[in-house]
């Protein structure tokens, strides 16, 4: 086969699969987006307190 060949069958598979999926509804999106930033601010955070409590330390024993 042609590359040109191999191409168009790629294209019609991805096509074929993409009706497969399931796409989530708005809601479900929003929720999902919610999560990630307060799990980012989350973890953020406790990285900034760990890190102040280590530099705190550090400066003590120097």
Not at 14 to 35: D, I, N
């Amino acid at each position: 086969m042609s590359r040109v060949a191999d191409m168009r069958k790629f294209m019609n598979e991805v096509k074929v699969e993409t009706k497969k999926v399931t796409w989530p509804e708005s809601k479900e999106t929003t929720q999902a987006t919610l999560m990630v930033f307060v799990m980012v601010i989350f973890i953020a955070l406790f990285l900034w307190l760990i890190d102040t409590g280590l530099s705190a330390l550090v400066q003590q024993v120097i």
